[in-house]
Nanobody, 128 residues
Framework: QVRMVESGGGYVQPGGSLRLSCLAS????????MAWFRQAPGKEREFVAG????????YYTASVKGRFTISRDNTKNEVYLQMNRLRPEDTAVYYC?????????????????????WGQGTLVTVSS
C-alpha cells in the first residue's frame, strides 16, 4: 500500500525559505514521476512542481518558477521542495504526489492528470 508522509512545513515571514520533504513507501518510487500540489484555504488543489522518474525533467507552475526547486533521492524514496522568497500567497497545505503509471511518459500537462496524493500534507504559512 502506498504511503506518503510530508514534513517541513511551518510558519515563515515573507521572503523566507522552507524545505519540504516527502517520504514515500509501498512501491519502488524510482520508477515513478513525483510532484507537489498545494491547497490554499477556500481554493482548489493546484499543481506546484513535478520531477520525472529519471530525475532530469522538472516542471513548475508559473507562480513558483525561479523560487521553488523540486528534487528527489531515489535511494531514500524521498522527494523535496525547496521554497525560497516565500510570499503570503504561498500559504497552503502542501501534498506530495506520485504518478499512477510506472515510467509515465508524455508532457507534464498530460502527467498531471495521472498524479495521486496519499498523505495528509504539511501546512506552510507565510505571514508577517
Amino acid at each position: 500500500q502506498v504511503r506518503m508522509v510530508e514534513s517541513g512545513g511551518g510558519y515563515v515571514q515573507p521572503g523566507g525559505s522552507l524545505r519540504l520533504s516527502c517520504l514515500a513507501s509501498g512501491r519502488n518510487f524510482s520508477n515513478y514521476n513525483m510532484a507537489w500540489f498545494r491547497q490554499a484555504p477556500g481554493k482548489e488543489r493546484e499543481f506546484v512542481a513535478g520531477i520525472n522518474y529519471m530525475t532530469v525533467g522538472v516542471y513548475y507552475t508559473a507562480s513558483v518558477k525561479g523560487r521553488f526547486t523540486i528534487s528527489r533521492d531515489n535511494t531514500k524514496n524521498e522527494v523535496y521542495l525547496q521554497m525560497n522568497r516565500l510570499r503570503p500567497e504561498d500559504t497552503a497545505v502542501y501534498y506530495c504526489a506520485v504518478d499512477s503509471r510506472p515510467k509515465g511518459d508524455g508532457t507534464w500537462v498530460e502527467t498531471i492528470g495521472f498524479l495521486e496524493t496519499w498523505g495528509q500534507g504539511t501546512l506552510v504559512t507565510v505571514s508577517s
